[in-house]
C-alpha cells in the first residue's frame, strides 16, 4: 500500500509555471513506477509523466514534452512535476499515482496504476 498526497496546484497566466509535489509513504517507495495523471471536466483521465523510482527512462505525454519534467526526492519520498510554459489546455486536475509495474509496462496507462492521491487543482488562464 502506498499514500499519495499531491500539493502545488493553484492559478497562473499562460506562460507561467508551477511545481507540484507528491508525498509518498506506506509501502516501499522506492520500487514502484510513480506517475502524473490529469483530468479536465469532460474529458478522460491522460497520462503526463511516469518516472520509475529506482531511476531509469522517464515517460512523457506528447502535449507536455519540452515543458514538464518528472523528478524525485528519494529523502524526502517526494515526487515532483515542474511544469514551464504553461497553457490554458493544461487546465486540470492533477493526480499522482504509484504503479506495482515496471514504467515501461505501465506506461501512462491510469488502469495500470493502483494507487491515487486525491488530487491538485490547476487552473493556467490565457
Known amino acids: 500500500q502506498v499514500q499519495l498526497v499531491e500539493s502545488g496546484g493553484g492559478s497562473v497566466q499562460a506562460g507561467g509555471s508551477l511545481r507540484l509535489s507528491c508525498a509518498a509513504s506506506g509501502s516501499t517507495y522506492r520500487n514502484y513506477c510513480m506517475g502524473w495523471f490529469r483530468q479536465a471536466p469532460g474529458k478522460e483521465r491522460e497520462g503526463v509523466a511516469a518516472f520509475q523510482t529506482g531511476g531509469g527512462t522517464k515517460y512523457y505525454a506528447d502535449s507536455v514534452k519540452g515543458r514538464f519534467t518528472i523528478s524525485q526526492d528519494n529523502a524526502k519520498n517526494t515526487l515532483y512535476l515542474q511544469m514551464n510554459s504553461l497553457k490554458p489546455e493544461d487546465s486540470a486536475m492533477y493526480y499522482c499515482?504509484?504503479?506495482?509495474?515496471?514504467?515501461?509496462?505501465?506506461?501512462?496507462?491510469?488502469?495500470?496504476?493502483?494507487?491515487w492521491g486525491q488530487g491538485t487543482q490547476v487552473t493556467v488562464s490565457s
Open positions: 499515482a504509484a504503479s506495482n509495474y515496471y514504467c515501461y509496462a505501465a506506461s501512462l496507462t491510469s488502469g495500470n496504476f493502483a494507487f
